[in-house]
């Protein structure tokens, strides 16, 4: 009998120790298991100011002709009340309603109805049914990647809407922004509630979700690391690249037809714009099955941050230099045009080739060449909730010995490029390479924080083959 009571209280102390371990092995992969009081203070003002922060640069921009400065300036100088500056904002409109409405539908359908047929005929593109990376519970996921195939049929339908059906005008989207603002601002909470709720009642999957106590963090940071409805409908993956990124390039020719019918023309700057971005949206959608592998499906959970974020912040924020430009058409010099183009081209193929270098590097588990010769690496370890051991490789040559993220570094460079092409005369459309600068420097902190827990020994030898993390010999 006592030998029975010994044995159950080690089986106890054993599956103790094993929840314990298991937390710090998770540690910081995936989101923070606790709270401190300076995240707290971060998660409070974002909840509170960043749906005003995007309202007021869509007002200055409607009221004020994009001055950032004039509306404080009313406001000081009692030119103005709060209520006069709301009073002249558009409202929601059930035409708003109903396009935004339609919209998402149809970008769910394409997204769950329609299996990817891309891949049978375009050489070099990875669609189809996919896997994601191991979760921190063990998990790898299936994905059916089919992004491009839902942009193609999206911009094939605008384009003949434009050019022969003419169901609707072109200026759909800037003639109804502020009203569609409202509308995203509604599916943005609603599906980050419902996140919220269902990781507390029906997650997907348990063991990979992180409950903290603190109400505020959880609803921002996200409960469940993968929320799925069904065996194909995955929360991040959708809200993460549609509706918000194909609406993107939407969104900016929509600017650009607005700027037609203003202004008889379309100017260079716009088409600059245009053209960039697009590269940028089409690059998204073209390496998706390699998106499976980023940090915002590898390590973030699905809350405010992904849901609300992906549905207002990314398309009404990164389009600022469209909408910017049919307020203020600038025609840019030869010279302007050429430095932006190839500053813009130049960080693509940064980001692109040390992205590619990633990618054949992890496909082919470091038995490739990159610049020529067999890549270097440091090789490390980690544990998972269920106690799995991995192993894995970190490259340190080619652009990856040159910095850890300089994958960043070009998109920084294009996103500066996006900036320059609407000149110099109002700040409002800099806000973007202002964000991404803060964006991607705290990603690389967070990222880096993520890889130290979960990598511990290994990780230090990593940073000290690579020194550097966005600039070498400087940051």
């Known amino acids: 009998m006592a030998a029975h009571q010994e044995k159950k209280l080690a089986e106890e102390r054993k599956h103790q120790n094993m929840q314990n371990g298991t937390k710090a092995s998770q540690g910081q992969w995936g989101r923070a298991w606790e709270v401190d009081w300076f995240s707290l203070a971060s998660i409070l003002f974002l909840l509170m100011f960043a749906p005003l922060i995007v309202y007021y640069f869509i007002m200055s921009c409607d009221q004020y002709q994009c001055s950032l400065t004039d509306p404080l300036l009313d406001l000081l100088t009692g030119n103005k009340h709060l209520s006069d500056i709301w009073n002249r904002t558009p409202t929601l409109t059930y035409r708003a309603a109903g396009i935004y409405s339609l919209w998402v539908a149809f970008q769910v359908i394409l997204y769950v109805s329609i299996p990817d047929f891309c891949h049978k005929f375009l050489p070099g593109y990875v669609g189809g049914v996919q896997e994601g990376a191991v979760t921190p519970a063990g998990v790898v996921n299936k994905y059916e990647i089919n992004g491009l195939q839902a942009w193609i049929i999206t911009h094939v339908l605008w384009f003949a809407n434009a050019s022969c059906f003419h169901?609707?005008?072109?200026?759909?989207?800037?003639?109804?922004?502020?009203?569609l603002l409202w509308c995203a601002n509604i599916l943005g909470y609603a599906v980050s509630t419902f996140a919220m709720i269902k990781g507390y009642f029906f997650p997907t999957n348990a063991k990979d979700c992180k409950f903290t106590g603190n109400f505020f963090y959880d609803y921002m940071m996200g409960i469940e690391f993968n929320p799925r409805i069904g065996k194909w409908f995955d929360f991040k993956l959708f809200f993460n690249g549609r509706p918000g990124i194909v609406a993107w390039t939407l969104i900016n020719l929509s600017f650009a037809a607005k700027q037609q019918e203003l202004y008889g023309e379309v100017t260079n700057s716009m088409i600059l714009v245009n053209v960039l971005q697009g590269i940028y949206v089409l690059d998204f959608f073209w390496n998706e099955a390699w998106y499976l592998k980023?940090?915002?499906i590898c390590h973030d959970h699905f809350g405010w941050y992904l849901g609300w974020g992906d549905c207002v912040w990314l398309p009404y924020l990164y389009t600022l230099q469209g909408l910017y430009l049919v307020y203020h058409p600038v025609q840019l010099c030869t010279s302007h045009v050429v430095g932006v183009l190839i500053l813009g081209l130049l960080g693509y193929f940064i980001f692109r080739v040390t992205n590619h270098q990633k990618d054949l590097f992890r496909r082919?588990?470091?038995?490739?060449r990159i610049w020529g010769k067999k890549p270097e690496y440091i090789e490390c370890s980690y544990v998972s909730v269920d106690g799995t051991k991995y192993y894995s490789k970190l490259m340190t040559s080619g652009f990856w010995g040159w910095a850890r993220h300089f994958n960043y570094t070009g998109?920084?460079?294009?996103?500066?490029?996006?900036?320059?092409?609407?000149?110099?005369?109002?700040?409002?459309?800099?806000?973007?390479?202002?964000?991404?600068?803060?964006?991607?420097?705290h990603r690389c902190i967070r990222d880096?924080?993520?890889?130290?827990?979960?990598?511990?020994?290994?990780?230090?030898?990593?940073?000290?083959?690579?020194?550097?993390?966005?600039?070498?010999?400087i940051f």
């Open 167 to 179: 169901f609707f005008s072109p200026t759909i989207i800037f003639d109804n922004w502020i009203p």
């Open 294 to 296: 980023t940090i915002d």
């Open 364 to 368: 082919t588990n470091g038995n490739c």
């Open 411 to 441: 998109d920084l460079m294009g996103s500066l490029a996006y900036c320059l092409a609407c000149g110099f005369e109002h700040i409002l459309p800099y806000f973007y390479i202002i964000y991404m600068t803060i964006l991607l420097t």
């Open 448 to 473: 880096e924080h993520r890889c130290c827990s979960k990598y511990g020994k290994d990780w230090k030898r990593y940073t000290a083959a690579v020194p550097y993390r966005l600039l070498p010999g």
